[in-house]
């Protein structure tokens, strides 16, 4: 009797799962083919990796694929490497013409590199070479010309600008020494231009003195009329109106009294009113006015020798009580011992006019009688007045 096999009963796969498996298959195959690899792909032949063997692409061209040799493998198919285009130390082969243009690139840069640095050496070395010309003795300052200076000496003006002991043009800064050169009492503005390559000129501007302000220790200080002091003397010069009470000396001190500016300083306080009327006084009465008196509430009162007594008021409207008094003296209306009160430009009013009979004793010159008061008063008084008329 012959023996029974039993079977074992055959497990059924899903469907699910032999189309998943059929899928992984068909992928790897189509991989495999399009590596060019696998056992004989496309072609029939058998690959071995030890001999190099013959891969699809191989056997159509009728070569054997070494990787030694650099031959197109399954790699290199996959990269997209031309044919005769090897991989030579893990680096591709590089085509002659190529490399020649890349050399020549190269080289051109290189050279183009060089010419900028000869270039930047040149330019540098040439800088440096003028600076040292210019900054040697050859191109020193020899000639000083100053114009427009009255009270400084040119010495003095090259001194306050920096420039003594012949520096070089290059190193002088027109602009210091201008500054430099309005420190002088003396010097209200100046340009310093250079002329090359010796000379240096300077166009002086000098500030014009309006009156002599008494200081201490009977100092009497000359002033323009931004209370700048220009000098100091001990006999007033004359010719200038006096102010005989200036109140706010710089460096005034409570107990020790005050002190007098020196020349090149500034006057503050109320002395900078009367400077500012004296600045304001008009040139034809420039002699005539002799003192300026202000009280400590600032109000101003001008003094016309022994005879006029003018009360100006506060400094201001300037101009206008000038122009008044001007009119008041054409027109013959101020007298000897007359109190003219400019505190309203507009409306003068004149007190204490002389008795009718020495009004008429007056001689046709404006001279008043002795009686009347000093003669060379009057005869001042009458002078102004004609040349008040005539430049009206």
Do not use: C, Y
């Amino acid at each position: 009797m012959p023996p029974v096999i039993k079977s074992k009963p055959s497990r059924r796969v899903p469907a699910s799962v032999a189309l998943r498996q059929a899928r992984s298959m068909l992928a790897k195959t189509g991989a495999a083919v399009r590596a060019g690899v696998g056992p004989g792909a496309s072609t029939g032949t058998k690959s071995s990796p030890k001999a190099g063997g013959r891969t699809g692409a191989a056997a159509k061209a009728g070569t054997k694929s070494s990787p030694k040799a650099g031959g197109r493998t399954g790699a290199a198919v996959k990269a997209g490497r031309p044919n005769g285009q090897a991989k030579i130390r893990g680096h591709l082969a590089m085509d002659p013409r190529i490399r020649q243009r890349r050399v020549a690139v190269a080289r051109s840069a290189g050279r183009k590199r060089l010419r900028a640095t000869i270039a930047s050496l040149l330019v540098v070395t040439v800088i440096a070479l003028v600076w040292v010309v210019l900054n040697s003795p050859i191109f020193e300052l020899h000639h000083f010309r100053v114009s427009g200076n009255q009270h400084e000496t040119a010495a003095q003006i090259q001194g306050a600008a920096g420039l003594a002991g012949s520096p070089a043009l290059l190193s002088i800064s027109p602009t210091s020494a201008a500054k430099g050169i309005e420190r002088l009492p003396w010097v209200k503005g100046a340009q310093v231009a250079k002329a090359w390559p010796w000379t240096v000129k300077v166009a002086i501007q000098e500030r014009v003195p309006v009156a002599e302000v008494a200081g201490s220790n009977s100092i009497w200080l000359l002033t323009d009329s931004t209370g700048r002091v220009l000098s100091e003397s001990k006999n007033a010069i004359g010719g200038l109106p006096e102010i005989l009470a200036a109140f706010g000396f710089r460096g005034e001190s409570p107990n020790a009294g005050p002190t007098n500016p020196r020349p090149g300083t500034w006057l503050t306080g109320q002395v900078l009113g009367d400077l500012a009327v004296a600045g304001g006084i008009p040139q034809d009465l420039v002699g005539s006015i002799p003192t300026i008196v202000s009280n400590s509430s600032g109000s101003i009162t001008l003094g016309w020798g022994s005879e006029v007594n003018i009360a100006f008021g506060p400094p201001t409207d300037i101009s206008s009580k000038f122009e008044s008094l001007v009119t008041l003296i054409a027109n013959k209306q101020v007298q000897g011992g007359d109190r003219v009160d400019l505190t309203v430009p507009a409306l003068p009013t004149i007190s204490n006019p002389p008795p009718p009979s020495q009004a008429k004793a007056s001689s046709p010159t404006g001279s008043v009688s002795p009686g009347s008061g000093s003669s060379s008063s009057g005869s001042q008084l009458a002078s102004t007045a004609a040349s008040a008329t005539s430049s009206g």
